[in-house]
């Protein structure tokens, strides 16, 4: 049985290459509109599970890479859009919460062959 190639991505705060399952997943969620049809504002949320729909951008987790791409504006630039304040605090949150817990790993196990 052939090997399978390991799916490699770039962290956005620290720029190094890294297995797809040893980074987690940011998320930008497809854009929603209003009743009227105005534009809501993106969503843009942790994804653990590396399955939600939307554009991706990967990090280590480590707050510190977070707070590396947030100096430099590298998921903006993914993103093509302005990432509220209050995001890039819901997403330090989450990362320091999930870096505390011990036991399972971030992400669920079974996702070779996912995305």
């Given at each position: 049985m052939r090997q399978r190639k390991t799916p490699m991505r770039m962290c956005t705060g620290c720029g190094e290459m890294k297995p797809k399952k040893e980074l987690v997943r940011v998320v930008k969620a497809p854009e929603k509109q209003e009743e009227g049809g105005k534009p809501l504002p993106p969503e843009i949320s942790?994804?653990?599970?590396?399955k939600k729909p939307g554009r991706?951008?990967?990090?280590?987790?480590?707050?510190?890479?977070l707070r590396l791409a947030r100096?430099?504006?590298?998921?903006?630039?993914?993103?093509?859009?302005?990432?509220?304040?209050?995001?890039?605090?819901?997403?330090?949150?989450?990362?320091?919460?999930?870096?505390?817990?011990?036991?399972?790993?971030?992400?669920?196990?079974?996702?070779?062959?996912?995305?």
């Open positions: 942790l994804d653990l599970t590396g991706g951008a990967y990090l280590c987790p480590d707050p510190e890479c100096k430099a504006r590298r998921l903006e630039r993914a993103f093509s859009c302005k990432i509220p304040d209050q995001v890039y605090q819901e997403l330090e949150e989450r990362l320091e919460q999930e870096q505390k817990q011990p036991g399972p790993p971030l992400f669920k196990e079974g996702r070779e062959g996912h995305g």
